[in-house]
Protein backbone atom coordinates (compact mmCIF):
# COMPACT_ATOMS: atom_id res chain seq x y z
CA UNK A 1 0.00 0.00 0.00
CA UNK A 2 1.73 3.33 -0.81
CA UNK A 3 1.68 6.36 1.88
CA UNK A 4 -1.05 8.63 1.35
CA UNK A 5 -0.86 11.49 0.26
CA UNK A 6 -3.53 13.37 2.39
CA UNK A 7 -4.69 12.94 6.01
CA UNK A 8 -8.48 12.68 5.41
CA UNK A 9 -10.33 13.33 1.82
CA UNK A 10 -13.76 14.33 2.66
CA UNK A 11 -17.12 13.71 0.75
CA UNK A 12 -20.07 16.12 1.40
CA UNK A 13 -22.34 19.24 0.77
CA UNK A 14 -21.09 22.24 -0.71
CA UNK A 15 -23.04 24.96 0.86
CA UNK A 16 -23.40 28.52 2.10
CA UNK A 17 -24.67 29.25 5.89
CA UNK A 18 -26.33 32.27 6.20
CA UNK A 19 -26.57 32.97 9.81
CA UNK A 20 -28.74 35.40 11.79
CA UNK A 21 -29.70 35.78 15.29
CA UNK A 22 -33.32 36.14 15.85
CA UNK A 23 -35.76 35.72 18.90
CA UNK A 24 -37.75 32.47 20.42
CA UNK A 25 -40.65 34.20 17.94
CA UNK A 26 -39.52 33.77 15.08
CA UNK A 27 -38.85 30.25 15.17
CA UNK A 28 -42.50 29.81 16.14
CA UNK A 29 -43.70 32.36 13.66
CA UNK A 30 -41.64 30.05 11.27
CA UNK A 31 -42.42 27.20 12.29
CA UNK A 32 -39.44 26.09 12.30
CA UNK A 33 -37.97 23.12 13.75
CA UNK A 34 -35.68 24.27 16.63
CA UNK A 35 -32.99 22.93 17.21
CA UNK A 36 -33.14 20.49 14.47
CA UNK A 37 -32.17 20.81 10.21
CA UNK A 38 -34.83 20.26 7.97
CA UNK A 39 -34.34 19.89 4.37
CA UNK A 40 -36.30 22.68 2.13
CA UNK A 41 -36.72 23.62 -1.47
CA UNK A 42 -35.44 26.60 -3.35
CA UNK A 43 -39.19 28.62 -2.66
CA UNK A 44 -39.04 28.02 0.94
CA UNK A 45 -35.33 28.65 1.11
CA UNK A 46 -36.15 32.47 -0.90
CA UNK A 47 -39.19 32.97 1.72
CA UNK A 48 -36.87 31.98 4.70
CA UNK A 49 -34.56 33.94 4.10
CA UNK A 50 -36.64 37.16 3.33
CA UNK A 51 -37.94 36.72 6.69
CA UNK A 52 -34.76 36.71 8.28
CA UNK A 53 -32.56 39.14 10.34
CA UNK A 54 -29.46 40.81 8.94
CA UNK A 55 -27.24 37.85 8.43
CA UNK A 56 -24.12 37.06 7.68
CA UNK A 57 -22.76 34.42 5.17
CA UNK A 58 -19.81 32.17 5.78
CA UNK A 59 -19.41 28.71 3.72
CA UNK A 60 -20.24 25.63 5.61
CA UNK A 61 -21.56 21.90 4.64
CA UNK A 62 -20.97 19.57 7.35
CA UNK A 63 -17.87 17.55 6.09
CA UNK A 64 -16.41 20.82 5.06
CA UNK A 65 -16.38 22.52 8.07
CA UNK A 66 -14.51 19.35 9.40
CA UNK A 67 -11.61 19.97 6.71
CA UNK A 68 -11.52 23.47 7.58
CA UNK A 69 -11.21 22.41 11.44
CA UNK A 70 -8.38 19.56 9.92
CA UNK A 71 -6.61 22.45 7.58
CA UNK A 72 -6.13 24.34 10.71
CA UNK A 73 -5.00 21.82 12.94
CA UNK A 74 -2.37 21.24 10.30
CA UNK A 75 -3.85 18.24 8.11
CA UNK A 76 -3.36 17.86 4.37
CA UNK A 77 -7.00 17.38 3.85
CA UNK A 78 -9.27 17.18 0.18
CA UNK A 79 -13.05 17.92 -1.12
CA UNK A 80 -15.58 16.55 -3.06
CA UNK A 81 -18.64 17.97 -3.65
CA UNK A 82 -21.12 20.01 -5.90
CA UNK A 83 -21.63 23.66 -6.73
CA UNK A 84 -23.43 25.60 -8.96
CA UNK A 85 -21.79 27.87 -11.62
CA UNK A 86 -22.61 30.77 -9.66
CA UNK A 87 -21.66 33.50 -7.10
CA UNK A 88 -22.04 31.22 -4.03
CA UNK A 89 -20.49 28.11 -5.64
CA UNK A 90 -17.58 30.62 -6.52
CA UNK A 91 -17.67 31.80 -2.47
CA UNK A 92 -17.38 28.50 -1.14
CA UNK A 93 -14.64 27.14 -3.83
CA UNK A 94 -12.74 30.06 -2.25
CA UNK A 95 -12.84 29.71 1.20
CA UNK A 96 -12.03 25.83 1.01
CA UNK A 97 -8.75 26.90 -1.08
CA UNK A 98 -8.13 29.82 1.36
CA UNK A 99 -8.27 27.40 3.88
CA UNK A 100 -5.67 25.11 1.94
CA UNK A 101 -7.86 22.42 1.46
CA UNK A 102 -7.63 21.43 -2.22
CA UNK A 103 -10.92 21.45 -4.47
CA UNK A 104 -11.26 20.60 -7.63
CA UNK A 105 -14.57 18.88 -8.59
CA UNK A 106 -15.80 21.13 -11.39
CA UNK A 107 -18.87 23.30 -11.02
CA UNK A 108 -22.25 22.18 -12.45
CA UNK A 109 -24.27 24.12 -15.20
CA UNK A 110 -27.74 25.26 -14.94
CA UNK A 111 -30.40 24.61 -11.95
CA UNK A 112 -30.26 24.45 -9.47
CA UNK A 113 -28.13 27.12 -7.81
CA UNK A 114 -25.43 26.15 -5.48
CA UNK A 115 -27.03 25.15 -1.80
CA UNK A 116 -27.27 27.13 1.02
CA UNK A 117 -28.40 26.91 4.68
CA UNK A 118 -30.42 29.30 6.49
CA UNK A 119 -29.82 29.05 10.51
CA UNK A 120 -31.58 31.01 13.03
CA UNK A 121 -29.08 31.24 15.94
CA UNK A 122 -31.63 31.97 19.22
CA UNK A 123 -30.58 33.96 22.53
CA UNK A 124 -29.72 30.33 24.15
CA UNK A 125 -27.32 29.69 21.21
CA UNK A 126 -29.24 26.77 19.85
CA UNK A 127 -29.22 26.60 15.86
CA UNK A 128 -32.58 25.84 14.17
CA UNK A 129 -31.11 24.79 9.76
CA UNK A 130 -32.83 24.59 7.21
CA UNK A 131 -31.25 23.32 4.37
CA UNK A 132 -31.65 23.81 0.85
CA UNK A 133 -28.96 21.49 -0.69
CA UNK A 134 -29.29 22.77 -4.29
CA UNK A 135 -26.47 21.78 -6.58
CA UNK A 136 -25.21 19.49 -4.40
CA UNK A 137 -27.06 16.84 -4.13
CA UNK A 138 -26.41 15.84 -7.24
CA UNK A 139 -22.83 14.57 -7.14
CA UNK A 140 -22.38 12.03 -9.95
CA UNK A 141 -19.73 9.15 -9.61
CA UNK A 142 -18.44 10.31 -12.65
CA UNK A 143 -17.46 13.49 -10.86
CA UNK A 144 -15.30 11.26 -8.27
CA UNK A 145 -11.06 12.00 -8.29
CA UNK A 146 -10.78 7.75 -7.78
CA UNK A 147 -6.72 8.35 -8.23
CA UNK A 148 -7.67 11.00 -5.44
CA UNK A 149 -9.42 9.25 -3.45
CA UNK A 150 -7.10 6.40 -3.08
CA UNK A 151 -4.46 8.58 -1.82
CA UNK A 152 -6.46 9.76 1.23
CA UNK A 153 -5.81 7.68 4.55
CA UNK A 154 -8.96 8.19 5.54
CA UNK A 155 -12.20 9.02 3.91
CA UNK A 156 -14.55 10.95 5.51
CA UNK A 157 -18.66 10.97 4.56
CA UNK A 158 -21.17 12.66 5.79
CA UNK A 159 -24.73 11.15 6.57
CA UNK A 160 -26.77 14.53 5.13
CA UNK A 161 -25.67 13.96 1.33
CA UNK A 162 -26.43 10.15 1.45
CA UNK A 163 -30.29 11.35 1.04
CA UNK A 164 -30.11 12.16 -2.55
CA UNK A 165 -30.04 9.37 -4.97
CA UNK A 166 -27.03 10.43 -6.68
CA UNK A 167 -24.39 11.11 -4.43
CA UNK A 168 -25.39 8.06 -2.30
CA UNK A 169 -24.47 6.43 -5.30
CA UNK A 170 -20.91 8.26 -5.63
CA UNK A 171 -20.60 7.76 -1.92
CA UNK A 172 -21.04 3.81 -2.44
CA UNK A 173 -18.33 3.85 -5.01
CA UNK A 174 -16.06 6.20 -3.42
CA UNK A 175 -15.94 3.19 -0.18
CA UNK A 176 -14.98 0.90 -3.03
CA UNK A 177 -12.11 2.74 -4.15
CA UNK A 178 -10.99 3.76 -0.55
CA UNK A 179 -11.47 -0.49 0.72
CA UNK A 180 -9.19 -1.37 -2.52
CA UNK A 181 -6.86 1.11 -1.62
CA UNK A 182 -6.74 -0.38 1.94
CA UNK A 183 -8.01 3.21 3.35
CA UNK A 184 -10.02 3.34 6.39
CA UNK A 185 -13.90 4.88 5.93
CA UNK A 186 -15.12 7.36 8.76
CA UNK A 187 -18.89 7.95 8.84
CA UNK A 188 -21.36 11.04 10.67
CA UNK A 189 -24.40 9.83 10.61
CA UNK A 190 -25.39 14.08 11.12
CA UNK A 191 -29.18 14.09 11.88
CA UNK A 192 -31.67 11.57 13.19
CA UNK A 193 -33.56 12.21 10.18
CA UNK A 194 -31.47 10.99 8.03
CA UNK A 195 -31.13 8.02 10.35
CA UNK A 196 -35.23 7.20 10.46
CA UNK A 197 -34.83 7.51 6.34
CA UNK A 198 -31.98 5.40 5.38
CA UNK A 199 -30.82 3.53 8.81
CA UNK A 200 -30.79 0.31 7.80
CA UNK A 201 -28.11 0.99 4.82
CA UNK A 202 -25.89 2.77 7.78
CA UNK A 203 -26.75 -0.36 10.25
CA UNK A 204 -25.80 -2.86 7.30
CA UNK A 205 -22.50 -1.12 6.99
CA UNK A 206 -22.01 -1.03 10.49
CA UNK A 207 -22.91 -4.97 10.40
CA UNK A 208 -20.71 -5.34 7.36
CA UNK A 209 -18.08 -4.18 8.76
CA UNK A 210 -17.55 -1.12 6.15
CA UNK A 211 -17.18 1.89 8.73
CA UNK A 212 -13.62 2.12 10.90
CA UNK A 213 -14.84 5.15 12.49
CA UNK A 214 -18.50 6.07 13.43
CA UNK A 215 -19.39 9.92 14.73
CA UNK A 216 -22.92 10.15 16.32
CA UNK A 217 -24.40 12.14 19.27
CA UNK A 218 -26.89 10.77 21.67
CA UNK A 219 -29.69 11.48 19.67
CA UNK A 220 -28.46 9.64 16.88
CA UNK A 221 -26.94 6.75 18.45
CA UNK A 222 -30.90 6.53 20.25
CA UNK A 223 -32.20 6.34 16.43
CA UNK A 224 -29.63 3.83 15.01
CA UNK A 225 -29.89 1.26 17.94
CA UNK A 226 -33.81 2.13 18.97
CA UNK A 227 -32.35 2.30 22.52
CA UNK A 228 -33.07 5.56 24.59
CA UNK A 229 -30.83 4.68 27.61
CA UNK A 230 -27.54 5.93 25.85
CA UNK A 231 -25.35 2.90 27.47
CA UNK A 232 -27.49 0.54 26.15
CA UNK A 233 -26.94 2.37 22.48
CA UNK A 234 -23.01 2.08 23.46
CA UNK A 235 -23.19 -1.70 24.18
CA UNK A 236 -25.32 -2.54 20.93
CA UNK A 237 -22.71 -0.40 18.43
CA UNK A 238 -19.47 -0.87 20.23
CA UNK A 239 -18.60 -3.98 19.40
CA UNK A 240 -18.99 -3.52 15.41
CA UNK A 241 -16.91 -0.99 14.68
CA UNK A 242 -13.33 -0.41 15.20
CA UNK A 243 -14.22 3.39 16.52
CA UNK A 244 -16.98 4.59 18.20
CA UNK A 245 -17.28 8.50 19.19
CA UNK A 246 -20.46 9.10 20.56
CA UNK A 247 -20.91 13.27 21.67
CA UNK A 248 -22.93 14.29 24.30
CA UNK A 249 -23.29 18.27 24.37
CA UNK A 250 -22.75 19.60 27.74
CA UNK A 251 -22.23 15.94 29.03
CA UNK A 252 -19.22 15.53 26.96
CA UNK A 253 -18.16 12.49 25.16
CA UNK A 254 -17.13 9.02 24.96
CA UNK A 255 -15.08 7.41 22.38
CA UNK A 256 -14.32 3.10 22.24
CA UNK A 257 -12.04 1.88 20.24
CA UNK A 258 -10.80 -1.99 20.21
CA UNK A 259 -12.62 -2.89 23.18
CA UNK A 260 -10.48 0.47 25.25
CA UNK A 261 -12.84 3.34 26.17
CA UNK A 262 -12.05 7.10 27.49
CA UNK A 263 -14.21 9.78 28.51
CA UNK A 264 -14.00 13.28 28.22
CA UNK A 265 -15.79 16.39 29.92
CA UNK A 266 -16.88 19.54 28.37
CA UNK A 267 -14.66 22.02 27.29
CA UNK A 268 -15.53 25.19 29.66
CA UNK A 269 -16.34 28.24 28.18
CA UNK A 270 -17.48 31.61 28.96
CA UNK A 271 -20.68 31.79 27.27
CA UNK A 272 -22.13 29.69 24.65
CA UNK A 273 -23.19 31.74 21.14
CA UNK A 274 -24.07 29.44 18.21
CA UNK A 275 -24.18 25.60 18.24
CA UNK A 276 -23.90 25.54 14.68
CA UNK A 277 -20.72 23.18 13.36
CA UNK A 278 -20.08 21.96 17.25
CA UNK A 279 -20.40 17.94 16.04
CA UNK A 280 -18.54 19.31 12.45
CA UNK A 281 -15.67 20.60 14.61
CA UNK A 282 -15.60 17.78 17.29
CA UNK A 283 -14.67 15.38 14.76
CA UNK A 284 -12.05 17.75 13.59
CA UNK A 285 -10.23 17.66 16.62
CA UNK A 286 -10.37 13.90 17.18
CA UNK A 287 -9.30 13.18 13.70
CA UNK A 288 -6.47 15.01 14.11
CA UNK A 289 -4.76 13.51 16.71
CA UNK A 290 -6.35 10.01 15.49
CA UNK A 291 -4.05 10.14 12.38
CA UNK A 292 -1.09 11.27 14.43
CA UNK A 293 -1.66 7.73 16.22
CA UNK A 294 -2.03 9.45 19.65
CA UNK A 295 -3.91 7.80 22.60
CA UNK A 296 -7.88 7.84 22.91
CA UNK A 297 -8.16 10.04 25.71
CA UNK A 298 -5.81 12.60 23.81
CA UNK A 299 -8.36 12.60 20.89
CA UNK A 300 -10.98 13.33 22.60
CA UNK A 301 -9.67 16.30 24.37
CA UNK A 302 -8.49 18.00 20.90
CA UNK A 303 -12.31 17.75 19.68
CA UNK A 304 -13.58 19.22 23.16
CA UNK A 305 -11.03 21.97 22.60
CA UNK A 306 -12.24 22.59 18.79
CA UNK A 307 -15.69 22.17 20.05
CA UNK A 308 -15.66 25.08 22.59
CA UNK A 309 -13.95 27.30 20.30
CA UNK A 310 -16.79 27.16 17.39
CA UNK A 311 -19.70 27.41 19.71
CA UNK A 312 -17.77 30.54 21.45
CA UNK A 313 -18.68 32.66 17.92
CA UNK A 314 -21.29 32.45 15.38
CA UNK A 315 -20.15 30.51 11.65
CA UNK A 316 -19.09 27.01 11.80
CA UNK A 317 -15.63 27.21 11.49
CA UNK A 318 -12.77 28.15 13.74
CA UNK A 319 -11.85 31.27 14.22
CA UNK A 320 -8.49 31.42 15.93
CA UNK A 321 -5.70 29.03 15.41
CA UNK A 322 -6.96 25.82 16.56
CA UNK A 323 -2.98 24.41 16.39
CA UNK A 324 -2.12 26.62 18.67
CA UNK A 325 -4.89 26.55 20.93
CA UNK A 326 -4.86 22.49 21.08
CA UNK A 327 -1.35 23.19 21.71
CA UNK A 328 -1.85 25.53 24.61
CA UNK A 329 -4.63 23.82 26.22
CA UNK A 330 -2.43 20.20 25.89
CA UNK A 331 0.88 22.12 26.46
CA UNK A 332 2.45 19.82 23.90
Not at 29 to 53: C, F, S
Not at 103 to 132: K, S
Not at 236 to 243: F, G, I
Request: hydrophobic share 40%; aromatic share 6%.
Amino acid sequence: MTEPRYDVIAIGNAVVDVIASCEEELIEELQLNRGGMTLIDEARADELYAAMPPAREVSGGSAANTLAGLSTLGLQCAFIGQVADDQLGKVFRHDMQATGIDFDTPARDGEPATGRVLIFVTPDGERTMNTFLGAGQYLPASALDEELIASGAILYLEGYLWDPEEPRRAMRRAIEVARNAGRKIAFTASESFVIERHGDDFRRMIEDGVIDILFVNEHELATLTGEDDFEAGVAQVKDKVPVLVATRSEKGAIAIAHGERAEVAAEPIEKVVDTTGAGDQFAAGFLSGYVKGEPLQSCLRRGAIAAAEVISHYGPRPETDLKALVGEKLGT
